[in-house]
């Protein structure tokens, strides 16, 4: 057999070795072995590689990324073509070795487009897009003619500078030698206006390509997604259906964040459904989007099945799953996901950690954040600047604010997020003073406010009650032109309930476009904090009426104006929605109903839904035993104080506030002395004026007037006017002139223009039968010019609320009001009843002379 002339051995071995490195160069880093391999017996055989042969080696070392060999090939090439310098070239660029790739290319003999292209795009790619254009321009110096690789990584630059003018140039560019047509260009030109946030000239060119593909299509609908014309994009989605084109990964992931943008569910289910016919649906892309779109819709069911459906999770789709937890509230499950994600070697990053900072801020677990802090610096990512604002909201919500000011005082970079951040920490940990100025000092850093700036200083100000700091902030809104911002409005009108001015408030809320229903719950609010409960009861009903939905603040607040009117009838019918809409299970409302039912007399209701209530505050507590005292149970009230006790749940003043009144109904004084002792000793809780007021109370009615005197002068502060008022009370049921007279020489010293000290002050000289003191008491009254503020009572029959003033005829039915009123002193009489003097002394002054002698007239008989 003849061997084979070595022209046809050598050609044959040429193809062989050309077609092996090939081979492993599409197979990836998978076949790097295989390429060595090969490459070892072709240096065994000693052939010799044409520089096509050793092109193809090159290229193989450089698609399995092993640049050092690749490297080592190239400096053994006796003849190198420009194939060969653009082969290294990109081996650089893919490594990331920019500095490298921009010496290989000084050295380089003649570089063409290809050249230049790998080294505009290595500059696009990393960011640096001023380096990528100025590149182009010297290339264009050169005399080097860009192709359409060059115009795509060029607008792809413009995109990423968002440099509209630019762009236009790069397009006429493009015109001019004729690669306009091309349809990668003609993308990129699409890509580039909708970036540029110039969508009508984009899609206008888009409009008029002669040639479009998937790609155009993406760039299109990308656009009117980054543009917020979420609308347009799902139009031009169905329309791509329409017109058979199919579908893309980048199409997809557009249009779920279209849905995603405007909460969307139903559209989002079907376009889930149309990926999973299309097998997208297991794409790491859409399968993010479509895990991030469930979780932005609240849809915490379909989300979590989306992400466990995926076959891989990647940094990215938990990151989606995350922040959705984060959003609907679920702090703890967000902290267990990035568990998963360490665990399972996922690995994170700043969005991460942001998302994970965020759920520990929800749970207001700081030490499980201080561990994160922690990761964050040991990798590097407490540099960003979107991590560093989640710590500095951590640690302002989780009251460490020490913490929160040392971050933000580090900090190089500040973003209005960060001074937001840092506003929203002193507001909420009540520095309000401190909020305001930071508010200024921002202001001077250039840096302008946003509707959450205004939003915590606002509050601040509402804090302070400060009305003319709240004028300023509020004058500032107006300027910036987010005076009629639902949210900030909103605030305002908050702001202005707090400092008193509802009439303000309310003018404001009516001025409001598109009255949300935060700004509803801002009036409300305020006519509650105001005293003005059937207002507030009034605007809820007007609320129903125009079609907004009440949320869980609204309906305790409107039970708490029923509590406080004892509007039953309300509260029962508000309490029948909150069963039917699922809300019972929300603590601040379970909490709100008991107290509700307590203060409306209803006591067996009340403990009906404190023992029904799934989670029980020092709030629900507080109704129970505040109820109790309220209505005269004062052991029943004592009781469900020692069961508080046994549950573990801290007493705060106001619960010992409640327990001593219950001492004073049932004249419990050593009960009463211990629980007063028992703040400080146990609880470490400084008695406050209303605790020594019920501990007169107490001593007053047990040990008389004199006890009482010297337990006020024993006080380590002050008495204020309404502890010397208790005991003035108490001097009445005594009859203790002497203590009476120094209790209302000291009231009238803190409060001159207070007329009932001087009511209560006759009252014990009638008790006393001292009437020419009365009389002297009520002719100081009047020279005074003051005047008792009228008894008034209400009471709610058949949904109907009627009030009564004393000596008021207004009432319809007054005739057989005081016919029956006649009635009952009768039947008082006829039982040995006999007013007290100070009975003639409470005569109301304000009502006529015939009334009053008709009145008692009729007791005299």
Known sequence: MSRPPPAQVGALANATFSHLFQLCAHAGRAALGAGRAAHARMLVSGFVPTAFVANCLLQMYVRCADAARARWVFDAMPHRDTVSWNTMLTAYVHA??????????????????????????????????????????????????????????LLKACSGLEDLALGVQIHALAVKTGLEADVRAGSALVDMYGKCRSLEDGLCFFQGMGERNWVSWGAAIAGCVQNEQYTRGLELFAQM????????????????????????????????????????????VVGTAIVDVYAKADSLVDARKAFFGLPNHTVETCNA???????????????????????????????????????????????????????????????????????????????????????????????????????????????????????????????????????????????????????????????????????????????YCKCGMITEAQKLHDRIGRQELISWNSIISGFSLNKQSEEAQKFFSEMLDI??????????????????????????????????????????????????????????DSLLMFEKAQKLDFVSWNAMICGYALHGQGLQALEMFERMQKANVLPNHATFVAVLRACSHVGLLDDGCRYFHLMTTRYNLEPQLEHFACMVDILG??????????????????????????????????????????????????????????????????????????????RLMRQGRLKKEPGCSWIEVQSEMHGFL??????????????????????????????????FAEVDEEGSASEQDDLLGTVGD
């Not at 990331?96 to 921009?102: E, F, L, S, W």
């Not at 960011?127 to 080097?144: H, I, N, T, W, Y």
């Not at 000596?807 to 007290?836: A, F, T, W």
């Open 321 to 495: 799953m995350m922040v959705g937890l984060v959003r609907t509230g679920l702090g703890a499950e967000a902290m267990q996901l990035f568990q998963f994600m360490m665990r399972s070697g996922t690995g994170f990053d700043a969005v991460s950690l942001s998302g994970v900072f965020s759920a520990c801020a929800e749970v207001k677990g700081y030490f499980q954040g201080l561990q994160v802090h922690c990761l964050a610096i040991k990798s590097g990512f407490d540099a960003d600047v979107c991590v560093r604002n989640a710590i500095l909201d951590l640690y302002g919500k989780c009251k460490a604010l020490v913490k929160s000011y040392l971050i933000f005082q580090e900090m190089e970079q500040r973003d209005s997020v960060s001074w937001n951040a840092i506003i929203a920490a002193l507001e909420q940990n009540e520095c309000y003073e401190d909020t305001i100025a930071h508010l200024n000092e921002m202001l001077r850093s250039g840096m302008e406010p946003d509707d959450f700036t205004y939003g915590s200083v606002l509050k601040a100000c509402a804090g302070l009650q400060s009305l003319e700091y709240g004028l300023m902030v509020h004058n500032k809104v107006i300027k910036s032109g987010l005076g009629l911002d639902t949210f900030v409005a909103s605030t305002v009108v908050d702001m």
């Open 701 to 778: 009615r047990s040990k008389g007037p004199q006890e009482a005197l010297k337990f006020v002068r024993s006080m380590p502060f002050e008495a204020d006017a309404v502890i010397w008022k208790t005991l003035l009370s108490i001097c009445k049921i005594r009859q203790d002139v002497e203590v009476a007279e120094i209790a209302a020489s000291n009231v009238l010293r803190l409060d001159p223009d207070d007329s009932s000290v001087y009511i209560l002050l006759s009252n014990v000289y009638a008790e006393s039968g001292k009437w020419v003191d009365v009389s002297r008491t009520r």
């Open 241 to 284: 259906q329409r017109l058979g084109l199919g579908v893309s990964q980048p199409a997809y992931a557009s249009v779920f964040r279209s849905c995603a943008a405007m909460s969307c569910l139903s559209t989002a289910r079907q376009l889930h459904a149309h990926a999973i016919k299309n097998k997208f649906s297991s794409d790491r």
């Open 547 to 604: 079609g907004v939905k009440p949320d869980h603040f609204t309906y305790a607040t409107v039970l708490d104006t029923c509590a406080n009117l004892a509007t039953i009838e309300l509260g029962k019918q508000i309490h029948g929605q909150i069963i039917k809409q699922e809300m019972l299970g929300d603590e601040y409302i379970s909490s709100t109903l008991v107290d509700m039912y307590a203060k409306c007399g209803n006591m067996p």
């Open 806 to 839: 004393v000596g008021d005829k207004v009432h319809p039915r007054s005739q057989e009001v005081y016919e029956m009123l006649n009635d009952l002193i009768g039947e008082m009489q006829l039982s040995g009843y006999e007013p007290g003097s100070a009975f």
């Open 96 to 153: 990331g070795d920019i500095d490298t790739a921009v010496s290989l290319f000084g050295v380089m003999p003649d570089p063409d487009v290809v050249s230049w292209n790998a080294l505009v795009s290595s500059y696009c790619h990393r960011g640096m897009f001023r380096k990528s254009v100025g590149l182009f321009l010297e290339m264009a110096r050169r005399g080097v003619d860009p192709d359409r690789t060059t115009f795509a990584v």
